[in-house]
């Protein structure tokens, strides 16, 4: 099946600098374990695409090894042409990748604020101009403090700027953490299951975020298991089950193939037709 959903000539032909990142026949085992199979997919430009699939299927694997966690066993991550192969995770970010992640990492001592400059810093390493409080190191500092401040706004939490992140809601921790993300000023956005734990109005207004952090000019790749927020919000939706791509294509092609239906349901691909 993963033949037949294969990237398509249009694809193939498609002018390479509109591709922000191309994960080329990415392969990651552990031992005996393939957490990743031959998985072949591209991100454009300004696009958002949805990486979806059961548990177990190598979603956050995927995310792991495009950000530098997991270096892969065989294939290939380019982010704007330049193969991550060997990078360090500080690398990856300083080139203009983020990420958020499943269980929630802020810095529960910091307030809204400092965590958002984190990511600041992530981007900038400025190493011994901060040592010796050089001018370039204090511009940083004010253009970071500055870019902060609106990306709080952005998020609705500048009037929470100076509270402890431990003492936000579960919902404002999730919005900080894609705060803390954009800080690095990267060029692709990698939520990992953002909605997790949002009820129904939550889950709405995280998408209505989504597309907003995309009309900023960022791309967005998006691992998540609400289906709904999925089909909603992505342009196009790449499927894993077992480490491999069994489907690739637009939500509503998505939603109506018979191959994704028997993963999700655990039934024979026939039946599910």
């Known amino acids: 099946m993963a033949d037949d959903q294969s990237t398509t000539a249009a694809d193939t032909t498609a002018a390479s600098g509109s591709r922000v990142l191309e994960v080329d026949h990415l392969t990651l085992r552990f031992g005996g374990l393939t957490a990743l199979d031959d998985v072949t997919f591209h991100i454009d430009r300004g696009e958002i695409l949805g990486l979806i699939g059961p548990n177990g299927a190598g979603k956050t694997s995927c995310f792991n090894a495009i950000t530098g966690v997991y270096a892969p066993t065989e294939g290939e991550v380019r982010f704007q042409g330049r193969t991550l192969a060997g990078m360090k995770r500080h690398r990856i970010t300083q080139m203009g990748i983020a ?41 940083e500092e004010d253009d970071g403090h500055a870019r902060g ?93 077992f480490g491999r791509k069994i489907a690739e294509g637009p939500p509503a092609e998505i939603r109506d193939n018979p191959a994704v239906i028997a993963a999700y349901l655990g039934v024979d691909e026939e039946d599910a037709s």
């Open 149 to 241: 401040m609106e990306l709080l706004r952005f998020m609705g939490l500048h009037t929470r700027a100076d509270e402890l992140a431990a003492n936000l809601s579960y919902g404002d921790q999730r919005r900080l953490e894609i705060a803390r993300a954009m800080a690095t000023d990267p060029q692709l956005i990698c939520l990992d299951e953002p909605a997790a734990g949002f009820n129904p109005a939550e889950k709405a207004a995280l998408m209505d975020l989504i597309r907003k952090i995309r009309d900023r000019g960022y791309t967005v790749l998006l691992i998540e298991h609400d289906m709904r927020l999925v089909m909603g919000v992505t342009d196009r939706i790449v499927v894993l089950e």
């Open 99 to 139: 990420r958020t992640f499943q269980n929630i990492r802020l810095f529960p001592a910091m307030t809204a604020l400092e965590n958002v400059l984190v990511g600041a810093d992530a981007r900038h390493r400025t190493g011994m101009l901060a040592l010796f409080r050089l001018p370039r190191h204090r511009r």
